[in-house]
């Protein structure tokens, strides 16, 4: 959960971090700082015995004001990927738009869930309840 003031970089936080793994699909209008030449956003990721890859992963992407994009995806052992986005589409798959989420109806909601997690379920009442109770940290 991240909380915060207004205007405190709760949203900018989020869209660092989505900027970072979807690149321009991300869709964020000003990814580089008014005043500033470049976003640098690096960011590393530990495996669980659950996840797509192995040890740590670091992610780097610099965005210049001039639009130019750059991606690294670098193993522990200094290894690179030749496809990185592919490879972070691969191990992070969709991702959830929270403010989207927010605004959308429960039948939305449903469907973004069953789309970022793969599965194909249905909703009980509890389930329905689960996600309301999601709505009330939002």
Do not use: H
């Not at 793994?21 to 015995?49: M, S």
């Not at 995806?73 to 990185?84: I, N, S, T």
């Not at 909601?109 to 069953?114: F, S, T, V």
């Amino acid at each position: 959960i991240i909380g915060g003031d207004n205007e405190q970089g709760k949203s900018s936080v989020l869209d660092a971090l989505v900027t970072l793994l979807e690149g321009k699909a991300a869709g964020i209008p000003e990814p580089v700082r008014n005043g500033q030449d470049k976003a640098d956003l690096t960011g590393v990721f530990l495996a669980d015995e659950w996840d797509a890859f192995d040890g740590e992963l670091t992610v780097r992407r610099t965005i210049t004001r001039a639009g130019t994009w750059t991606l690294t995806v670098r193993a522990k052992d200094g290894a690179m990927y030749p496809k990185p986005q592919t490879m972070l589409d691969k191990i992070f798959g969709n991702t959830l738009d929270p403010a989207e989420f927010a605004n959308a109806d429960v039948k939305r909601r449903i469907e973004m869930l069953k789309t970022i997690t793969g599965t194909d379920f249905t909703f009980s009442v509890v389930g329905v309840y689960w996600i309301n109770c999601i709505m009330s940290f939002w």
